[in-house]
Each structure stands twice: as C-alpha cells, then as structure tokens.
C-alpha cells in the first residue's frame, strides 16, 4: 500500500507569506489535486500536464467569484513553479490576475 501524496511537503519550497496564506495555497492544491485525480486518475502534480489544471481552473471554477478564480490561478501558478513548469494559463484568467 502505497503513502498518500503530501501536498504540503511538495509545496514547501515555494510557500510563502503568512500561515494564513500558505494555508490556503495547501488547501486549494489538494483540491486541484483531488480533482484531477478523479477526472483523469493522475494521482500526483508529476503526472499531470497543463491542460489538467487548465481544465480545472475552466471547468471546476466556471461558476465561482472573480476574486476565488484568482486564488486558485495563484495556486495554480505555484504548482507550476514548484513543476519547474513554465505554464501560462489562458487569457480570460490571466485578464483577473491585473
């Protein structure tokens, strides 16, 4: 049986700001992870490819606020990060992080 993948641990180098905020960052990652899992059974951020988290920040949070879209898309920007990733997601997101 294999350990269940720690999303804090893989988030560490890349984290900052206050507890609050890293908080937040880990929190919403498992989400985007758990999503994503059940959609494409991509267990781990190594596994995944940008039209995963494209498709999670399209689809998974077409019907939320402009300001909780934005969180995520800082999440998501992170996850690339710590990937060693150089994603840039679509425009309509993009046009909410000004």
Do not use: C
């Not at 969180?71 to 998501?76: I, M, N």
């Amino acid at each position: 049986m294999s350990k269940p993948f720690d999303m804090e641990l893989f988030l560490a180098a890349v984290l900052t700001g206050s507890h609050a905020t890293r908080q937040r960052h880990i929190r919403q990652a498992k989400i985007i992870q758990a999503e994503i899992s059940e959609r494409w059974h991509r267990q781990t951020p190594w596994a995944w490819q940008k039209k995963h988290v494209d498709w999670f920040l399209e689809h998974r949070l077409n019907r939320r606020r402009e300001a909780t879209r934005y969180y995520y898309l800082l999440t998501a920007r992170l996850l690339a990060r710590r990937l060693q990733k150089t994603w840039v997601f679509k425009a309509r997101l993009a046009a909410i992080a000004r």
